[in-house]
C-alpha cells in the first residue's frame, strides 16, 4: 500500500544532542509538511516543501531546519534540542499543494524525548 | 482570519450510542472541511471530507454535511464502538494550509 512512513518511531535524546527525525513517502506526492504536535493539542505546521521549495512558518525556531534531498524523502532536523521540544513529529503529504481540496495524509508519527 | 471551533472534550458515551461532535468554522473563500481521527499513539488518519457546499463527506458509519448557511461540519455516528474512542480533528483547508480545531476526545464505555 502507498503510504507515509516515519522512522523511528520513538525517539530519545539529550538536551542539545542534535536530532534528525525521518519521513519517506510511496505517495510520489509534490507536497511534504512536518507538523510539531504537544500532548493534548492540535498539530502545529513547522514547514513544507512544494517539491524543492521550503516554506518556513514565521513562527517556527530557528532550532528547527529541514532537508528534502529527493521526492519520497524529507528530514527534520533539530539542532539543540530543549525540553520544550519533546512532542510527537508528524509527517504529511499532498498531491499538488495550494489547492484548498487536496487531501493531507499523515505518518505515524516519531514521538520525542528528551532528557 | 481562518479558524475551527469544536465541541470540547472530553465526550463519553456508551456502547451503541449516538454520537455528535459539533463543528463549525471561520472562513473566507470556499474551503474544504474533513474530519480527522488519531488513535492513542498513532498519526492523524482521514476519517472523511467535504469539498464543497451541501456535499456529505462518510466513512465507517461517521458522516458530516458541509453546510454553509450555518458554518458547520458536524461528525455523527448511528451507534459507536468502543473500537471508535479516539481524538477527532475538525479541519478546513485552504490553499493548501490546514487549520485544525484543537480535537475532541471521545471515550466509548462497553
Known amino acids: 500500500d502507498a503510504m507515509v512512513i516515519q522512522n523511528p518511531r520513538y525517539q530519545v535524546t539529550q538536551f542539545g544532542k542534535p536530532v534528525t527525525l525521518s519521513c519517506s513517502q510511496t505517495l510520489n506526492h509534490n507536497v511534504m509538511y512536518w507538523y510539531q504536535q504537544k500532548s493534548s493539542q492540535a498539530p502545529k505546521l513547522l514547514f513544507h516543501y512544494y517539491d524543492k521549495d521550503f516554506n518556513n512558518e514565521a513562527d517556527t525556531p530557528d532550532n528547527f531546519q529541514s532537508r528534502r534531498p529527493n521526492t519520497s524523502f524529507c528530514f527534520l532536523d533539530i539542532r539543540s534540542p530543549g525540553l520544550g521540544d519533546a512532542a510527537m513529529y508528524l509527517c504529511?503529504?499532498?498531491?499538488?499543494?495550494?489547492?484548498?481540496?487536496?487531501?493531507?495524509?499523515f505518518g505515524p508519527g516519531t514521538r520525542l524525548t528528551v532528557l | 482570519g481562518d479558524s475551527v471551533t469544536q465541541m470540547e472534550g472530553p465526550v463519553t458515551l456508551s456502547e451503541e450510542a449516538f454520537l455528535t461532535i459539533n463543528c463549525t468554522y471561520t472562513a473566507t473563500g470556499y474551503p474544504s472541511l474533513f474530519w480527522y481521527v488519531q488513535y492513542p499513539g498513532e498519526g492523524l488518519q482521514l476519517l472523511l471530507k467535504?469539498?464543497?457546499?451541501?456535499d456529505k463527506g462518510s466513512n465507517k458509519g461517521f458522516e458530516a454535511t458541509y453546510r454553509k448557511e450555518t458554518t458547520s461540519f458536524h461528525l455523527e455516528k448511528g451507534s459507536v464502538q468502543v473500537s471508535d474512542s479516539a481524538v477527532y480533528f475538525c479541519a478546513l483547508n485552504r490553499d493548501d494550509k490546514i487549520i485544525f480545531g484543537k480535537g475532541t476526545r471521545l471515550h466509548i464505555l462497553p
Open positions: 504529511a503529504t499532498s498531491r499538488e499543494g495550494g489547492v484548498s481540496t487536496d487531501t493531507q495524509y
Open positions: 467535504a469539498t464543497k457546499a451541501d
